[in-house]
């Protein structure tokens, strides 16, 4: 009886097909989950282009323009949602000021202390590590745009696979500001506190 118990073949696919399933199914949804999310990114940080142009209008009306952001975004994700903080606009007075304010490293370890000199670029008496004023600037300023949202994914893979639950997609432009106007620039400064 053993003998032909184990000599009996009938079944073995359907074992086979139960022990390779499970890992199929991952990776299927998984290539979903990828395609799905290079399909929202493209598509979100088409929206922020479109948006960073849009903004740099003299009078644009930047809460429009964000829920336009949004409401892209929605069309393939429909429970998108902004991230807590986002979208946010800094602004700078030229593109070189996008970094941190320049300083002397006397003690040559790369982190600004006191009493180490600087330059104050945007004239607030302290050092910044981004001397940026939040808002949309004003003429011939550079604006830096960021909206950050975050939706449901398609599958349950982040909890199988210890991910977490929504996924985040980030998108940043920067443009500068039509030459509507005077350009309000203030003379940096030195500062050694």
Same mark, same amino acid.
């Given at each position: ?11 073995? %696919? %359907? ?31 088409? %929206? ?48 070189? #000021? ?8 006397? #003690? ?15 004239? #607030?008496?302290?050092?910044? %590590? ?64």
């Amino acid at each position: 009886m053993i003998r032909r118990i184990s000599g009996d073949l009938r079944g073995a %696919a %359907a074992i086979e097909f139960a022990l390779v399933v499970p890992f199929l199914l991952l990776l299927i949804m998984g290539l979903c989950e990828l395609a799905y999310q290079g399909y929202i990114q493209s598509i979100l940080t088409g %929206a922020v282009e479109k948006a960073g142009r849009d903004s740099t209008i003299q009078g644009a009306d930047i809460d429009t323009i964000d829920d336009q952001v949004l409401t892209q975004v929605q069309q393939a994700a429909p429970r998108a949602v902004f991230s807590t903080g986002f979208p946010s606009r800094k602004s700078y007075t030229t593109f070189g #000021n996008i970094q941190p304010e320049p300083f002397t490293d006397l #003690n040559g370890d790369g982190v600004r202390q006191i009493g180490e000199c600087y330059t104050d670029i945007n004239n #607030n008496k302290a050092w910044d %590590a981004d001397p940026g004023s939040t808002g949309a600037g004003g003429a011939s300023d550079s604006v830096v745009y960021t909206v950050t949202i975050s939706y449901p994914r398609l599958f349950p893979l982040a909890a199988w696979m210890g991910w977490t639950g929504p996924q985040v997609l980030t998108a940043t432009t920067t443009l500068k500001n039509q030459p509507y106007g005077t350009q309000v620039i203030t003379a940096p400064t030195t500062v050694c506190t």
